[in-house]
């Protein structure tokens, strides 16, 4: 019994120790869960100037290492990487996300045909048949395939199966709308409701106002197709049919596809790059009424562009008073200072997402001899390659569009349609990387700059910075980004 007795006695020290090893144990196995978890999903967005390396890219023959990588990262780590030229086959391609899913309600009896005339240059059509496709949902039309702007600045005479696939168009909304490619014979002689549907209508409108004109009508023509919608206080599945209308059923035609792929093959060759959205073009300057910077000679010519355009109502226009509010786009060497203060390196690839910059190589040289890798559709395609899209305006802001969508970054340089439209179609691809300068407060900083009372390098690239912390729209990892909806693309953040 005594010999027993000292054995249990001899047994407890082991078993404390033991226990108390296993203790230690999982705490250690703890510890190191936390500290994992936060190298992980870190809890704030990193601090922009700090040096960060970019995702590699395989090296291509006859490719420096200069060209293919940037010395900065512009994506942040744990982000999703640029779409890959294999998933490229759309710019159109999205994740099976059940959130986008079609209602399970298909559409109900037609009560007539809803006719649209677009407006306006590709992305503000663009956007227009995306709200049209809502509104014949909500009246219980049957959608004709809209019609396109022949008549604006750019005369177009693109038909719309020359910009979008038609055939896809309509089978993809199969469950949201019906959608016929013409006006059946039968209806070609019977009287239409032309109308001028009210802007950023809401859902009250369309189905008491409007859907009132069935009980006279079956044919209802839209005179015109944007803002016509609200962006807000709408039901869920109408945003969600807006977003599918605009992302998924709006692919272009398999002739632009293919050379929007092959631009963004020949782009990524030197590596990640940046679209940047220059809407220095003539029709925006001469439309927005800004000129600085510009000769008076230019000043003269963009106005007198203004006055001669009827359906631009505004024609004395104060330039300065417009780029003190940030209603101006950045001129390229603003772009410039704006890229070098953000710290993006010499040797980064850049695609300019526009038409012809206005005055050329003229207003062009500073941020040419800040970034030598500038390149456009027409660098990178050979005449012979861009001959079936360069008389056709929206076609050729179909191809910048799949370019810009498919970068690694996109900047725009004005809040327009385009810019809208890109930031939009990112953010349901998964949130890729735009930058939103603020325009209203660099403008102040690089007139300081001007005069002399602000020096380029450290304190300019502290400032704007500072401006821009949460001016990016980043993958969806980080928890404290804070999302700015844009107009367009509310449904979608």
């Not at 001129?331 to 010499?346: K, R």
Request: glycine content about 4%.
């Amino acid at each position: 019994m005594m010999a027993q007795a000292k054995r249990r006695c001899r047994a407890v020290p082991v078993m404390r120790k033991m226990i108390t090893c296993a203790i230690c144990a999982f705490a250690m196995v703890a510890v190191l869960s936390v500290h994992v978890h936060v190298q992980v999903f870190p809890s704030r967005v990193p601090v922009l100037p700090d040096p960060y390396k970019l995702p590699t890219t395989t090296t291509q023959k006859g490719m420096t290492e200069q060209q293919q990588s940037w010395s900065r990262e512009v994506v942040p780590p744990h982000s999703k990487a640029p779409i890959a030229p294999h998933q490229l086959e759309s710019v159109n391609a999205v994740p099976a996300l059940k959130l986008w899913k079609p209602p399970s309600n298909p559409p109900g009896e037609s009560s007539g045909y809803l006719l649209v005339h677009t407006n306006g240059g590709l992305n503000q059509m663009r956007a227009g048949i995306c709200d049209m496709v809502a509104v014949a949902r909500i009246i219980h039309a049957t959608l004709v395939v809209p019609e396109l702007d022949k008549n604006s600045f750019w005369q177009d005479t693109s038909i719309f199966s020359d910009v979008f696939d038609e055939d896809y168009f309509i089978s993809s909304l199969a469950s949201d709308v019906k959608i016929v490619r013409k006006l059946p014979k039968d209806m070609s002689g019977v009287t239409k409701a032309v109308k001028h549907f009210r802007s950023w209508s809401g859902m009250d409108y369309y189905k008491e106002e409007i859907s009132s004109l069935w009980e006279d009508y079956k044919v209802i023509r839209a005179a015109k197709s944007d803002s016509r919608l609200a962006n807000n206080n709408l039901p869920p599945d109408i945003q969600k049919l807006r977003c599918r209308a605009c992302y998924e059923a709006l692919r272009f035609s398999p002739q632009i596809e293919a050379m929007g792929k092959l631009l963004v093959d020949r782009m990524r060759a030197y590596g990640p790059y940046i679209a940047l959205h220059l809407r220095y073009e003539k029709d925006m300057l001469a439309f927005s009424g800004c000129t600085h910077g510009l000769s008076v000679a230019e000043a003269d010519e963009l106005k007198k562009i203004r006055d001669d355009t009827s359906y631009w109502k505004i024609k004395d226009i104060d330039s300065e008073e417009q780029r003190s509010k940030g209603y101006c786009p950045l001129t390229p060497t603003e772009v410039a200072m704006l890229l070098t203060a953000l710290g993006y390196p010499s040797n980064t690839p850049i695609y300019i997402a526009a038409g012809e910059i206005y005055g050329g190589d003229a207003h062009m040289g500073e941020l040419l001899t800040r970034y030598p890798l500038l390149m456009s559709k027409e660098k990178l395609a050979s005449v012979e390659e861009l001959e079936r899209f360069l008389k056709h305006a929206s076609q050729m802001a179909a191809l910048d569009y799949i370019v810009s969508v498919a970068s690694a970054v996109f900047i725009p340089t004005y809040s327009g349609n385009m810019a809208r439209a890109v930031e939009g179609h990112r953010r349901y691809l998964g949130h890729q990387k735009t930058v939103t300068p603020d325009r209203k407060l660099l403008v102040r900083l690089f007139d300081k700059v001007e005069r002399g009372k602000l020096r380029e390098g450290r304190p300019l690239a502290t400032r704007v910075i500072e401006l821009h912390k949460k001016r990016f729209v980043c993958p969806h990892f980080y928890f404290e980004v804070i999302m700015q909806t844009s107009e367009g693309a509310c449904c979608c953040a």
